[in-house]
């Protein structure tokens, strides 16, 4: 027993209470339902293990992961108690759970970060975790019907843009289909544009949040990503009215990770931008006031 203690003192897992393993934890147990889930897509559809990753929520939680050395744990504690009940809910949601619910992971982050909130070195971390454990639910239950509506929307934006493209199509509902071709595409509320911005625009707030941006070059960067986004999923959605090659290609086969691979790298890319843009704003801000003593 001795020794098992020393070695948990030497690898310093109780560490701020212990909550940076909670919060590794948590992760593991994300990774672990994009695998399951891929891999159950793998058998029911017949895709590659790859084109069922989730990109976006492996990109964040590395960036969420590598956030934590910025807090300053020394001044978390956490009782044995408060650590055994964590520990157990988590190992509950490891192996007492089916692998693709997120229901109890989320439960976990929002009470990591609601344990991590009343240190202001770890606010944004907490809203972080926030975040990643809440884009799953705008995506179900009530919401899809917020979706079925923008769907909508999606179909009447799909329509004009195929024709400006000189495509001519006819439009009913959320259904689009190519005048002369027997194939049609309908809209279904998962595609919807509502229910991929929360998406990557949790993304966005969690690199941008994580790096330590301005408030107005996050409230900037949002709108360029949110804006980037829609144009890109519209833009999918008329190449898959194409054809059914088309619609199999990027609905159900590779043009999926690419989709999702690239709307990770809008939100990443602009979330660096904007951190840029506040370093080179202090610099020269820095610069001027040194300047002024001297003019």
Avoid at 3 to 22: H, K
Avoid at 189 to 216: H, N, Y
Wanted: with cysteine.
């Amino acid at each position: 027993m001795k020794l098992f203690i020393d070695c948990f003192q030497r690898l310093q897992l109780d560490r701020g209470g212990g909550y940076p393993v909670l919060i590794a934890l948590a992760a593991l147990m994300d990774v672990r339902r994009t695998i399951a889930s891929a891999v159950m897509a793998q058998g029911s559809e017949g895709q590659a293990l790859y084109d069922g990753l989730d990109y976006m929520l492996l990109a964040e939680w590395l960036v969420i992961l590598a956030a934590t050395k910025d807090v300053d744990w020394s001044r978390i504690k956490a009782g044995a108690c408060e650590r055994l009940f964590g520990l157990a809910v988590v190992a509950t949601g490891l192996f007492g759970v089916t692998p693709t619910s997120h229901w109890l992971t989320m439960a976990i982050c929002c009470a990591i970060a609601a344990r991590l909130f009343v240190e202001p070195s770890a606010r944004r971390l907490s809203a972080v975790l926030v975040i990643v454990a809440s884009q799953y639910v705008l995506s179900q239950g009530p919401f899809v019907a917020v979706h079925e509506v923008f769907a909508q929307a999606d179909a009447w934006a799909t329509h004009h843009l195929l024709t400006a493209a000189d495509f001519a199509n006819a439009l009913d509902g959320t259904i689009v289909k190519l005048q002369g071709s027997s194939f049609a595409i309908v809209i279904s509320p998962g595609c919807a544009t509502t229910s991929i911005l929360p998406r990557v625009g949790g993304a966005f707030l969690i690199f941008a949040l994580c790096w330590r941006a301005s408030v107005r070059s996050v409230v900037l960067g949002l709108v360029v990503t949110l804006g980037a986004c829609l144009v890109l999923n519209l833009l999918r959605l008329s190449v898959m009215a194409m054809s059914p090659d088309d619609y199999q290609y990027w609905h159900n086969g590779g043009g999926r990770p690419i989709v999702s691979v690239t709307m990770t790298a809008i939100a990443y890319l602009t979330a660096a931008a904007v951190v840029r843009r506040d370093a080179l704003l202090k610099t020269g801000g820095a610069a001027a006031a040194v300047a002024e003593p001297g003019a």
